[in-house]
């Protein structure tokens, strides 16, 4: 019923930048928060950043102050700019949004099949 893709992965540089974008698609009724997250070999998915329709942010104490989410639920779209990345920030990055939908009733989690970042030289 609801679809999230994720774009915006690559290879960079040390001290380099990348946004990642995400777009939802589907019998969206509305968007409560979209988030993403990070998972690299042999560790679990951990959250990076999360942002509600009200527009409160979260971030993990990682990327504080080097990462910033951003929205547009009006486009169904949530972004994610990186910045001074490091080696450590190498993993999937995955999209997550909690979302209502009308057919059928309800509100739900749902991913996108994640994006590749790797930062290296």
């Known amino acids: 019923q609801v679809q999230l893709v994720e774009s915006g992965g690559g290879l960079v540089q040390p001290g380099g930048s990348l946004r990642l974008s995400c777009v939802a698609s589907g019998r969206i009724f509305r968007i409560y928060a979209m988030g993403w997250y990070r998972q690299a070999p042999g560790t679990e998915r951990d959250l990076v950043a999360h942002?509600?329709?009200?527009?409160?942010?979260k971030y993990a104490d990682s990327v504080k102050g080097r990462f910033t989410i951003s929205r547009d639920f009006t486009k169904n779209t949530v972004y994610l700019q990186m910045d001074s990345l490091k080696p450590e920030d190498t993993a999937v990055y995955y999209c997550?949004?909690?979302?209502?939908?009308?057919?059928?009733?309800?509100?739900?989690?749902?991913w996108g099949q994640g994006t590749q970042v790797t930062v290296s030289s």
């Open positions: 997550e949004g909690h979302i209502a939908t009308l057919i059928p009733s309800g509100q739900d989690d749902y």
């Open positions: 942002i509600t329709d009200g527009g409160m942010k």
